[in-house]
């Protein structure tokens, strides 16, 4: 007899394992941008700048995707670290913007890491809805 295995993930969780990964790969630019500048090339800014903007777009999205996630998959926590990195992104686009660079880059730092703890997660856990594993 053949049986077929349980999905490890849902659609809902197919999109917010994509928007995770969009979102690691933009803010992985940032820091390359940023030293572009600070070496002495102005484009840089620009390009830092626009990464910004998308980076915090990203954010804003995966948000919306991970409280459909809270909804429809009875997860929380996805929601909870994509709240504490968009909150710690939201700080950080406008420290950049008043040129408080003693908080933009050191809460920089840790919003990289935080979004790249975050990719490794949702690709570890498999995004069911709770109590499915073990139907």
Wanted: proline share 4%; no cysteine.
């Amino acid at each position: 007899m053949l049986t077929v295995a349980a999905p490890r993930t849902t659609p809902t969780g197919w999109t917010l394992r994509a928007f995770v990964s969009a979102h690691a790969v933009a803010i992985a630019g940032q820091p390359v941008f940023a030293g572009v500048y600070l070496t002495g090339d102005y484009v840089g800014l620009s390009l830092h700048t626009a990464g910004a903007d998308i980076v915090t777009s990203i954010g804003y999205l995966q948000a919306i995707v991970a409280i459909v996630v809270w909804v429809r998959l009875r997860l929380v926590w996805p929601f909870l670290i994509t709240l504490a990195v968009v909150a710690a992104e939201t700080v950080q686009y406008f420290a950049g913007l008043d040129g408080a660079l003693w908080l933009h880059l050191p809460l920089g730092v840790m919003t990289i890491v935080a979004v790249v703890m975050q990719f490794i997660d949702v690709w570890r856990r498999p995004l069911l809805r709770e109590g499915a594993e073990n139907a």
